[in-house]
């Protein structure tokens, strides 16, 4: 987790006193279930609550466990200094470590998944208000980052919405598979503990019962869970690139808002650099390298063994902390991004009117032309806009060849932008349902 | 692509034959949609579908390409070879190669993943056959390689169910994201193409149309279904180390079906190797390695670019071919594996009744010796199980502080094996909802 | 191994054909040294090299590997077919099959590393002639994508050149990382063949002994070597990028050579793409994959496992291929790409004067202003030419604050281009040692 | 960083102190070589080493950067603080802020390589130790996970030996690659400053000048960089799961060191569990997820763009932090491994005598019989050990074929476990080349 790429809240939720909160409400939880199934005394399942509003002492804890060399031990033994050792007796009583830390792992991953899926509707947000706001706003559309036909930002800021809709929607399932809880014992068996209490557990915990478990929560749920995060990432890539080609010097369509104060250069005082959809780019990178060690990590021995657990302490804080920041960075690029319309209509131009050859290829071969001949044409005529600067249209008009197939007036029609821009509407429809 | 690791049905997919029967299927729809618009003849319509019974030159198709640079316009010369320059004019009309490249490669895909699918379904069954065969075969489980407790090999067999049926649901999943097509012209405008043409063409080809295209169907679909596919290898590479683990000279739990005339190895004659399940694991990182750059692809410049297209051209076939071979190979692996029962409880029995260490604590703790002290007590006569031998059961019945807790009867219930496999029934219910 | 992206010489390594040959030559050399050890009958070694120029049938191996399912076994049978039963007898006497595969392996990959560094010689090549053609071309330096100050071409061109030198270094150093062969028996003990053999056959095949090789020669070594190639794909990219950057319309730099009859779009007759460097970026990722499956390759289970293999069979050859296609397609790239000094000039001028922003506040810092003044000094007129066109020399000269600090003249002379060129010389020393 | 995966000698490299130290170091030799040349007085590069045993306070930079939003400028703001704004006024002049940060990354990763090679050292010396101590210790070689002939427990550790020696003479060359530096102004032309400065900062800081920058250290660098950890950590990878096998229950061959008071299961108190070796597993993984973003950082826009810089604050210190302590880790482990030489036999004779059948496969070769016939006749006997128990020898011994071409003796002599070891001293001395 890199400090500056981090906020408070998805920190939070993994700060050591979130997880032996987590660990402390399914032990007492646990021990309720216990109880009511007459496992365990009703008065040893109440004391454990006695602890419900301590904040626990991370400090101590470490302590024990530098002794005991086990994490949920030492949490237990600091416990039993809080609740009694007499009274935390039972507490724990036929599960094993395995059961806590993946059930607390799963909550805090649900957790995390709530707070990208709120950032997530803050860029959605962002991206319709702008996209409704540049809906007719012309630009050229690029491929091979070479001019091909006219466009709109509108429709820019559409698809990268409906992309991240996507991604929204795919968080939602990778939410719901690691929405689980395991309460099964040694392994899975439920020898010791009935899958009541398991039941119980789940249901206060907001989980679903994992319907087969070995020690662990199988990690095939894990490695969907970060993938999807990773293909998350790459669409905020997808849109910082965008945002970067549209603000270099060249092209200049839009600018990362420039606050006062703010110093682009320490060398040269005029720049203005896209730094925050640079950095998306890298944090992209950064979210997405957790993809292949969490597939590394399906893969257990017999029914567990614990090579994922330091994969996890590493990539479950910082792909989550990155991706929210990443998220929220993003939702303010977009909101705040400084569009230039008149820039976007003078690079349309810069090879006057070459952006209509298709229209103009088609116009001759609905003209009786063939395609063969009317490609060669076209391309004959656009190739001296491209080298020597001239004027498409002027040039279409001075061509014998074209002119036998298109009158004046029929050339010229070929120039109207309204043209490309006529089925935007219909695009909107699809992307926003409205 | 490794022809040894690659099956007829899905190679065909992505043979150069089949790619130009989608393309031909996609242009010819394109003009019936069109024609029916108004926007060409009738005829020139129906002329293409003179060319449906036609199978495509292949190597004519590469001689032309060899001089046009562009395989598109050379599939649509030849094309016209077969149709008649005349007839074939209109072909294409207001489309751009990615129109017909996008919507193929979609189509591709989407029959990959039929295949998968229907894969999978064989290596369930075989799972789910396997889990009630064994359903009752006792083995020990096992947490860091080390014997834990008891649970039976039908369990495992049923969590490798679970794990891959989740697989499935992913799968079908990832395969409604690339089951889209995109006819929308130049930079996804319907400029020179209407709307209704796509809807037509999609509607023939078994896809939805893309709600907002540039000229390339948007890459975060296909970095989603690829991070699935990895998923999905991630599981069968658990599958396989599992076997690979129970097939080691030590455990001997269960084998790899070894035929006649099979030889293990030149030079030693008495092996008998793990080969396939080595083989899965191998393959599981050959289809994993496609995640990362299917995830780079995502970011295109502008309305795209054409880093993707190498990229696609790997791992689309190699891809999918090696997990189509990966599943059967898995399915078969599983059907025939040989199961040895007795080697299990031998195993098991390694450490003299010492498996049962956690009940004991469990029943000092319930008779009221401190969590503490009862740890104490196993883990003293548990060491010496470990360490000289001896029989966990009757080290404990010689054990003078566990005996003022516990009678000779209540240790002895302590190893009945019931004890670990009584909810069996209840998670198989779990897993296979019968 | 995508066809298109293949050059004969490199696949030729890789075909069966190929391997069978170089299998022969280690079994024909190893019964040479055992023979000379008095372990088999020197008539026997003889015999072997009556194969000596037989083209072995792939066809019929693979038959007899359909009944053996052993590779190295089908060989030897095969084998024996040519040379004789009788006389084939000791062939292979004392090795196991991974001595031949392995030790193969690595003169295939020595092999294709030679091919590479051929190509790097013609990438390196190029690139120097250009970097010395267009040594005092300048243009303009870009930080963030934005105009920072002028550098030239040639410097552009350098740059690449030292990198690709370093990459060459590198491949030096991973082909003789894989540069060993191992004759060391069943599990490495040389139990069964003497240490000589090895030396001799390695001799022969020109590799260096494995010191400890285990079954298998040590997959760090592979890990390492496609480690380097992904490293070199990358710096491919790097140079890929530039290009594409200085094609796309609003800059135009520089341009692909396009030749005559290629079409640039079939829809869109006015289109020249940068379609070859655009493949580069994609065969980049391709060659990058292979580096996690080659490092996931190292940790083999004991003295060998065998699930290296089939990523081996993947990536051996798809991962040289693709870099030997990628690095030929770059060296033509660099020999022909069209550069535009004329738009370097223009484009540098963009923004009149402007980029000698940082010449003025140095100035301004050496006549005696803090540097927090004269940061705000040249921000405030940079501001002007940024967003309302303004020529930057001609706002400082009209600024009372700045002239304070600067004459006219002292002010006009930071416009001089020549004063940022006047190192290019000793960094073209520092690269070309010249 | 995982602050339970980190040793404070490495943190510190990392730490903002360190950082801002190194910074500080820069600026002060540039002063001094800026001084030298008569571009700057003398009493203002004198003046800086004022602050020369000044810590610098970390948390006002901090809130400096927060109105500035640019590091450097930040840094050099509070060093005036510290040397006074008139004396400071020339500190940095010419530079860019990158060449401070490139040149510290550099100092810093060089630093970190030290610290790493110092591990190496560690890890080396402990295998060496143990290798010798068992040199000869028999156990089984094992191929597939199956017993395949008799190797040493020394030459598992010398084989370890040979591939961290390799290891480490990769991470020297890594260190070679990023010890360079860079002073080269906005983008890299020294248009203002002298390549002087340049070369007495980098002897200054132990560095070599980077021939040719931009405005950044060219990233191919640190590719090679992290990918040769990727290769180190996958090195460790192959240890940790050597050791994890060997410490299996039905294998038992060696365990890491189990300490007083250490509890190896909440649950079940017999447990002792690899767990230090499945942690390294992981943790070979974190180490390995930085190779592939270093290599997405190769190709930065034009002269430089800042997508690198996230991804480098995250994996600078995690990898390097992580591959320190798990260096150290796997040291502790080795030195204290708890070897069994008597459960090596045990399992060695599971399958009583088989282990030998590739002798007795020779030998029936070398006594005339045919190699398929030998291999029948072997295979024939060894499956009877495998199925029913038998024991190798005396079924051979039992086997008239076998008896026709071996006499009793001949097979007796088959089964000397010398026979394998007498190369291990050859080996040793390839290895330790003592």
Not at 100 to 127: E, S
Not at 194 to 199: F, Q, S
Not at 217 to 233: E, K, N, S
Not at 302 to 313: A, F, G, L, T, W
């Amino acid at each position: 987790m890199i400090p500056r790429y981090a906020r408070k809240e998805m920190v939070d939720i993994w700060e050591p006193a979130t997880k032996f909160r987590i660990w402390y409400e399914i032990e007492a939880h646990a021990c309720d279930a216990q109880a009511k199934l007459g496992v365990i005394p009703q008065e040893n399942a109440d004391a454990v609550w006695k602890a419900k509003d301590v904040e626990f002492d991370v400090a101590r804890i470490d302590e024990i466990e530098a002794v005991t060399k086990h994490d949920v031990i030492a949490f237990l033994t600091h416990l039993a200094e809080h609740v009694g050792a007499e009274e935390a007796r039972f507490v724990h009583q036929g599960m094993t470590s395995s059961d806590v830390l993946d059930t607390t792992f799963n909550v805090q991953l649900v957790r995390a998944a709530d707070i990208l899926l709120a950032d997530m509707d803050k860029v959605l947000a962002a991206l319709k208000t702008r996209a409704y706001e540049h809906k007719d706003t012309v630009r050229i559309g690029r491929s091979h980052g070479i001019h091909a036909e006219p466009t709109t930002m509108g429709l820019t800021f559409a698809r990268f919405y409906a992309e991240l809709a996507r991604g929204k929607a795919r968080l939602e399932a990778a939410r719901a598979e690691v929405a689980t809880g395991a309460i099964s014992g040694a392994v899975g068996t439920f020898a010791n503990i009935d899958p009541a209490v398991e039941e119980h557990v789940c249901e206060k915990m907001d989980l679903r019962p994992e319907p087969i478990s070995t020690q662990v929560i199988p990690r095939d749920r894990h490695a969907m869970f970060f993938a999807t995060l990773g293909v998350i990432a790459s669409s905020i890539e997808n849109i910082a690139i965008e945002i970067r080609h549209m603000q270099r010097t060249e092209v200049l369509e839009a600018e990362e808002f420039f606050s006062k104060g703010q110093k682009g250069s320490s060398a040269m005082p005029h720049k203005r650099n896209p730094v925050l959809t640079e950095n998306l780019t890298g944090l992209a990178r950064l979210v997405r390298m957790a993809v292949v060690p969490a597939m590394e990590n399906v893969a257990l021995w017999h029914e567990r063994d614990i090579s994922h657990s330091s994969v996890e302490r590493g990539i479950g804080p910082d792909t989550t902390v990155t991706l929210d920041f990443a998220l929220n960075r993003l939702a303010g690029v977009i909101e705040k991004l400084v569009v230039y319309p008149e820039n976007m209509l003078k690079n349309m131009n810069k090879f006057k009117g070459l952006v209509m050859s298709q229209r103009v290829l088609l116009a001759l071969t609905q003209a009786g032309v063939s395609r063969e001949d009317a490609y060669r044409l076209v391309q004959r005529n656009a190739m001296k806009v491209w080298e020597e600067g001239k004027d498409f249209r002027e040039e279409l008009l001075a061509d014998a060849d074209v002119r036998r197939a298109l009158s004046e007036a029929e050339i010229n029609e070929k120039f109207d932008l309204g043209y490309h821009t006529k089925h935007v509407d219909t695009i909107f429809r699809r992307v926003f349902g409205e």
